[in-house]
């Protein structure tokens, strides 16, 4: 079973936009009731290694780090809006960002490079949750792509 901490905020770097204001909010925290759960965290991940959208990460990653690192129960952090597929190491678990259903953000990980998209195919993840065996998360794209193709057939693998 998953549940979804999402009542309070981290503060953002992103001085004059209407996220300058949450500059004084506080860090996710975990009720007590739900310490024996796998936890879903939804939160933004301040290192992509894509310098343009680093700077409207997390002002203060590590404290949401700290919090994640107490509560051992926390399967993913689930990030939205990046526009692009990504996973790391974060608080003891794995943060991932999920692709755009537009345009993705290109992948340019020199410090200096300019913001900029490329018209990638939208796609979703889908997070599938196994008692046994945690989260598991597919990407799926979104569109008309040729197949399925068998891999196998009445005389084996075809090559």
């Not at 500059?23 to 739900?34: G, S």
């Not at 991940?45 to 780090?65: E, R, S």
Request: proline letters at 8%; hydrophobic letters at 40%; charged letters at 15%.
């Amino acid at each position: 079973m998953l549940a979804s901490i999402d009542t309070t905020t981290l503060p953002l770097k992103t001085a004059g936009s209407p996220h300058a204001l949450a500059q004084n909010a506080i860090c996710y925290n975990c009720p007590p009731e739900w310490a024996d759960w796998a936890t879903q965290i939804k939160a933004i991940k301040d290192m992509t290694g894509i310098g343009h959208m680093d700077q409207i990460g997390l002002a203060q990653p590590q404290a949401l780090a700290d919090v994640v690192r107490r509560h051992p129960q926390v399967e993913r952090i689930l990030c939205g809006h990046l526009h692009r597929s990504i996973q790391v190491r974060f608080g003891g678990t794995i943060a991932s960002t999920c692709p755009g259903v537009a345009h993705q953000v290109a992948l340019d990980l020199s410090p200096q490079a300019a913001s900029q998209f490329v018209m990638k195919p939208p796609a979703f993840q889908l997070h599938l949750w196994d008692a046994e065996t945690g989260l598991i998360s597919h990407t799926a794209y979104v569109g008309e792509f040729d197949g399925p193709h068998p891999f196998y057939d009445d005389d084996g693998l075809i090559d």
